[in-house]
T-cell receptor, first 119, second 112 residues
Framework: GAVVSQHPSRVICKSGTSVKIECRSL??????MFWYRQFPKQSLMLMAT?????????EQGVEKDKFLINHASLTLSTLTVTSAHPEDSSFYIC???????????????FGPGTRLTVL | LAKTTQPISMDSYEGQEVNITCSHN???????ITWYQQFPSQGPRFIIQ???TKVTNEVASLFIPADRKSSTLSLPRVSLSDTAVYYC?????????????FGTGTRLTVIP
């Protein structure tokens, strides 16, 4: 259980184009999903928190107009990188927090990641 | 924020037990401790979570002292496939956000 998928797993695009990445919780409902970015040899950096039915909360330094997040349902969040540039090339990872956290604690389950390369 | 501190890297031979310690001096009363494993070009994978004392599952054990200012992830008899980066996160309930910030992690290299 607790499987999170991402699509696509890898994308290459030209500079100036927009790219959409989907994050789905396959076997649970997620009130909250998170988007991270990870550069080579570095740790994960939280970009934004996505809540179903409301606007996303962005971390300081993350441009909300460039990284559009939509959380249309309890199992789907999308991240759209608009007018992508080579510096946006990175590994994008989403995670989902179950609507009802079984047991105790506050566990996030991560997707497999999406490798974005902007030429 | 409950910041975490871990060793940057560790090496171990196959078959040995590996203990990775994480310091979290500012842990709050409601915070839990969660460990993740990450392989290159993959998302982090949940390993174990605990609040106090000891937790054990099929892959690891988590030791948490009484003051909860640190925790130790114990991997029994590591194999080459355990080479990965291990992150500890500290955070609370649904309203908490502390566990969303990853530290540097510990890069474990298992040597044949």
């Amino acid at each position: 259980g607790a499987v999170v998928s991402q699509h696509p797993s890898r994308v290459i695009c030209k500079s100036g184009t927009s790219v959409k990445i989907e994050c789905r919780s396959l076997d649970f409902q997620a009130t909250t999903m998170f988007w991270y970015r990870q550069f080579p040899k570095q740790s994960l950096m939280l970009m934004a928190t996505s809540n179903e039915g409301s606007k996303a909360t962005y971390e300081q330094g993350v441009e909300k107009d460039k990284f559009l997040i939509n959380h249309a349902s309890l199992t789907l969040s999308t991240l759209t990188v608009t007018s992508a540039h080579p510096e946006d090339s990175s590994f994008y990872i989403c995670s989902a927090r179950p609507r009802l956290a079984g047991g105790w604690g506050d566990t996030q389950y991560f997707g497999p990641g999406t490798r974005l390369t902007v030429l | 924020l409950a910041k975490t501190t871990q060793p940057i890297s560790m090496d171990s031979y196959e078959g040995q037990e590996v203990n990775i310690t994480c310091s979290h001096n500012n842990i709050a009363t409601n915070d839990y401790i969660t460990w993740y494993q990450q392989f290159p070009s993959q998302g982090p994978r949940f390993i174990i979570q605990g609040y106090k004392t000891k937790v054990t599952n099929e892959v690891a054990s988590l030791f948490i002292p009484a003051d909860r200012k640190s925790s130790t992830l114990s991997l029994p008899r590591v194999s080459l496939s355990d080479t990965a980066v291990y992150y500890c996160l500290v955070g609370g309930d649904q309203t908490g956000a502390n566990n969303l910030f990853f530290g540097t992690g510990t890069r474990l290299t298992v040597i044949p």
